[in-house]
């Protein structure tokens, strides 16, 4: 890959871990794309108002370089 490639990531819930992680890498400076997928509308409009892109539904993936599910296990 090259290094000036844009890494897209996919991050699958928005609870604690799923926020955590989408902040940190939103202010880390990556050439990334990020979104995250989460149900609630709630934690979902608290983490858009923190610039994070969002959606309700999983995207199709198949231009997705890295796939983190941040739920609890079913």
Excluded at 5 to 20: F, K, L
Excluded at 38 to 57: A, F, H, K, L, N
Aim: charge should be neutral; hydrophobic fraction near 40%.
């Amino acid at each position: 890959m090259n290094t000036s490639s844009r890494i897209s990531i996919v991050i699958v819930g928005a609870g604690h871990m799923g926020s955590a992680l989408a902040l940190g890498l939103k202010n880390s400076n990556l050439n990334i794309s990020m979104t995250v997928i989460e149900p609630d509308p709630i934690r979902r409009t608290t983490i858009t108002t923190d610039g994070v892109c969002t959606q309700e539904s999983m995207p199709e993936l198949k231009n997705t370089n890295i796939l983190i599910l941040a739920i609890p296990p079913q």
